[in-house]
C-alpha cells in the first residue's frame, strides 16, 4: 500500500531552484515529525531536515542550511522542501519519511540531477 508520494525533483543547473513534495495517504500523518532525506549515488540515505508537527524545524546537514526550507501542511497531508542555490553535491533521490527514525516503507524518491 502506497502511503505517500514525492514529487518535484527534475534537471537543475546550478544555483538554480527546485521545491520537491510529498503527499501523504495516512490520515495520521499530522501525529509525525518528517522528515527529508537524500541518497546520492554510492552513498547511505542521510536526513536532510525535519519538521514537527507544530512547524519546528532542524537541518541535520550543515551544507543546507540557509538554502533549503522545510514545511508541511497539516491540512492537505503534504510536506515540502523549497530547494536554493543547488549545487552539483545535491544531486540525489529525495525521500520524505518520519524522522528521526523512518518508520514507514519507503517510496519511490524524486530523483534531482544537475545538467552539465
Known amino acids: 500500500q502506497v502511503q505517500f508520494v514525492e514529487s518535484g525533483g527534475g534537471l537543475v543547473e546550478p544555483g538554480g531552484s527546485l521545491k520537491v513534495s510529498c503527499v501523504a495517504s495516512?490520515?495520521?500523518?499530522?501525529?509525525?515529525?518528517m522528515g527529508w532525506y537524500r541518497q546520492a549515488p554510492g552513498k547511505h540515505r542521510d536526513l536532510v531536515a525535519r519538521?514537527?508537527?507544530?512547524?519546528?524545524?532542524?537541518y541535520s546537514v550543515d551544507s543546507v542550511k540557509g538554502r533549503f526550507t522545510i514545511s508541511r501542511d497539516n491540512a492537505k497531508k503534504t510536506g515540502n522542501l523549497q530547494m536554493d542555490s543547488l549545487k552539483p553535491e545535491d544531486t540525489a533521490v529525495y525521500y520524505c519519511?518520519?524522522?528521526?527514525?523512518?518508520?514507514?516503507?519507503w517510496g519511490q524518491g524524486t530523483q534531482v540531477t544537475f545538467s552539465s
Open positions: 519519511n518520519p524522522a528521526p527514525q523512518a518508520v514507514w516503507d
Open positions: 519538521i514537527t508537527s507544530a512547524g519546528i524545524t532542524t
Open positions: 495516512r490520515s495520521d500523518f499530522s501525529s509525525y515529525t
